[in-house]
């Protein structure tokens, strides 16, 4: 399995387990010139704004821990235009994380949301 179809499967268990827990998915793979959000969901009254992060091993690190000040600042304008594009503005949001650990010999995926994860 390519690192591609390794990132579409973790997607694809990601937006499973959000949709278990409540969410209502908006959309996934939300592009503009600026950059990409792997899933835009919905909890409650609160956009979510969610980073996919999808690893065999944690040998070059967590997942999460490639989610740089740089790549948050990314995720950050793409969420305001996805905001301005919608008239949401004002919205309450916020921006998580989801690692997803798929394991070599077995290939189920074992994941770990961080919620609030740029903080506040």
Partial sequence: ???IDLGDKGEYAAVKYLGSIG???ITTKYRTKIGE???IAKDKDCIVFVEVKT???IIYGYPAEAVNRKKQHK???TALCFLN???LLDAACRFDILEVHISQSQDAARLNHIINAFGS
């Fill in 1 to 3: 399995m390519n690192h």
């Fill in 23 to 25: 969410y209502t998915i």
């Fill in 37 to 39: 959000i792997d899933i």
């Fill in 55 to 57: 690893r065999r091993s």
């Fill in 75 to 77: 995720i950050i304008n």
């Fill in 85 to 87: 594009q919608h008239g």
